[in-house]
């Protein structure tokens, strides 16, 4: 998953194992499950400068988690959808790249 995110362009900033956290602060078993912080370093750069304040956007969380029988399940935020409430059309330019190479991910997968 971190491989095709990075060829995509993408780097993870964050990389929470969120089983591992349960356990640790609960006491509690949980599937297999992380949430890593995407973020494609040319893309953030036009957004922020397109609106400055859209860093508290980023990155982009994409889940990877145990689906059972032996299958993962990959989600990613939609950023166009989440970037939709910032009426900017440079943003949501910047937005829709990167819903694309979200799209390339998975697909690749």
Do not use: Y
Request: glycine share 4%; with cysteine; net charge negative.
């Amino acid at each position: 998953m971190i491989d095709a995110l990075q060829l995509e362009g993408f780097g993870i900033l964050s990389d929470i194992d969120v089983a591992a956290t349960m356990k640790a602060r609960l006491d509690v078993n949980f599937w297999p499950h992380r949430i890593l912080g995407a973020c494609n370093p040319a893309i953030a750069h036009q957004a922020l400068l397109a609106e400055d304040k859209v860093g508290t956007m980023l990155p982009f969380n994409v889940v990877v988690q145990d689906a059972g029988d032996a299958s993962v399940e990959i989600a990613a935020i939609d950023p166009v959808a989440s970037m939709s409430a910032i009426d900017n059309p440079r943003l949501k330019a910047a937005a829709q790249d990167v819903r694309q190479e979200l799209k390339n991910v998975v697909a690749a997968l």
